[in-house]
């Protein structure tokens, strides 16, 4: 019996001591576990702060190895003229260039007016002849070049109709969809002064079967607003279509939370309206808004996916995002100095792509303003970047 016992406490004391070792050495692990200087190429199982554990969740640690991270090279356009810059002669909002029969055509809002604009909050004062913003009483004009740097501007696209017709007032912020060999411009149709009940104005759409025109104004609007108390309840601007899935994916904009009852709390978001057809109906996507930041509206075919450039407005303001299924997106970069309103030169926009190649230049506007758009006139730049699978180049 004296034997059998001290063999029994012999047994407890080394299993006992054996756990604890264990429980030491995983509390060890736990407890010094710390990041190693050589970046682990999987997520680490070892608790991490958040910042370090969503690093994991990027296409690569070093931002220069992203794919969806460039820096943007600005160059002002040849050919256009200005006026001196005396805020009579605006150009802003381009398409993205096309390349048709050897020449690159763009799409733009044009304002030729007496006056430069007197600004948002003077819209009541606005008359024929006095605009309200940059982008009151224009056409939609456009340009050709061979090299995408020197443009030759070859007049009115399509002209604002007589009142009361759908955007008498002005039509903006074009852009472009080659479908079945035939032309789609996109735009928005204004029948009031923007800025008389914030910058109300829904989508419309102009047709032609060649680049050069003539363009036909379906005259109504293609994408609706949306019901009373959605999101976009005002308003349907930036139409930007892709042919994605077989199918139009055409990406807006609305900017919402704001008039008339709220002015303070302005928001903007994008959302995503899809088509078999150029002349409709436009769904809505069930899950819009699809992006929560993001003035306006800059997409493009992406690997299996789509890409976004997510500029001004919203906390995710100056971020390349990326959605696989056109619908769904996250941030993929962060990147600075961003373009404006940008349309980049996307050869497979409109191919049904199931492989997108991404950018790697397109159009953009900056804008020379006073204090709530007063004397507010736009110029249209090109961009350069690095967003393309093919690009050759390291980041500009
Ligand atoms: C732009 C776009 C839309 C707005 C105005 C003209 O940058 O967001 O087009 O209506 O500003």
């Known amino acids: 019996i004296k034997l059998q016992s001290i063999l029994f406490i012999g047994l407890l004391l080394f299993v006992s001591s054996s756990c604890k070792q264990q429980v030491n050495q995983q509390s060890e692990k736990t407890e010094h576990q710390v990041f190693p200087h050589k970046m682990p190429t999987e997520k680490p199982d070892f608790p991490m702060s958040s910042a370090i554990e ?3 969740d990027y296409s690569t640690p070093r931002v ?15 050919g256009l003229d200005y006026n001196n810059h005396d805020g009579t002669i605006s150009r802003r909002d ?19 007016t007496k006056v430069p604009p007197i600004g948002a909050k003077r819209a009541a004062e ?20 061979e090299d995408g740097f020197t443009w030759d501007e070859q007049g009115i696209a399509v002209a604002r109709p007589a009142k009361p017709a759908l955007g008498w007032r002005s039509i903006a912020t074009p852009d472009i969809l080659v479908w079945k060999g035939k032309y789609y411009l996109y735009f928005q149709a204004f029948n009031e002064p923007s800025g008389t009940k914030g910058d109300w104005c829904p989508i419309s759409m102009a047709y032609a079967d060649s680049p050069d025109g003539p363009w036909t104004h379906v005259g109504k609007t293609v994408v609706p607003f949306g019901k009373k108390g959605e999101w976009d309840q005002d308003q349907t601007q930036d139409p930007h279509p892709i042919v994605y899935k077989g199918k139009i994916y055409l990406y807006y904009k609305a900017a919402y939370n ?25 769904k809505k996507h069930p899950l819009n808004p699809v992006l929560n930041s993001g003035h306006e509206t800059t997409y493009f075919p992406f690997k299996e996916g789509i890409a976004a450039l997510v500029i001004k407005d919203g906390n995710e303001r100056e971020t390349m995002q990326y959605a696989e299924d056109g619908v769904n ?14 349309g980049f030169y996307t050869p497979d926009a409109f191919t049904n792509t199931n492989y997108g190649r991404g950018v790697s230049w397109g159009l953009c506007h900056f804008i020379n303003a006073g204090k709530y758009g007063v004397n507010q006139h736009s110029i249209i730049a090109r961009v350069d970047c690095d967003l393309s699978l093919d690009c050759n180049e390291p980041s500009l």
């Not at 381009?94 to 030729?112: C, D, E």
């Not at 006095?130 to 939609?140: A, F, G, Y």
Request: overall charge negative; hydrophobic content about 35%; charged content about 25%.
């Open 258 to 282: 704001k008039w008339p009852d709220l002015r303070d709390k302005y928001a903007v978001a994008h959302g995503l309206a899809i088509a078999d057809d150029p002349f409709g109906p436009f």
């Open 54 to 56: 969503r690093m994991f």
């Open 64 to 78: 220069q190895d992203n794919e969806l991270y460039s820096l943007f090279k600005y160059t002002q356009l040849e």
């Open 94 to 112: 381009p398409s993205r260039p096309i390349f048709v029969n050897g020449k690159y055509y763009m799409w733009y809002t044009k304002r030729q």
């Open 329 to 342: 997106f996250k941030i993929a970069s962060s990147v600075s100095l961003t373009p404006t309103a940008t």
């Open 126 to 145: 606005a008359t024929d002849e006095i605009p309200s913003t940059d982008w009151d009483l224009c056409d939609l004009w456009y340009a050709t070049s």
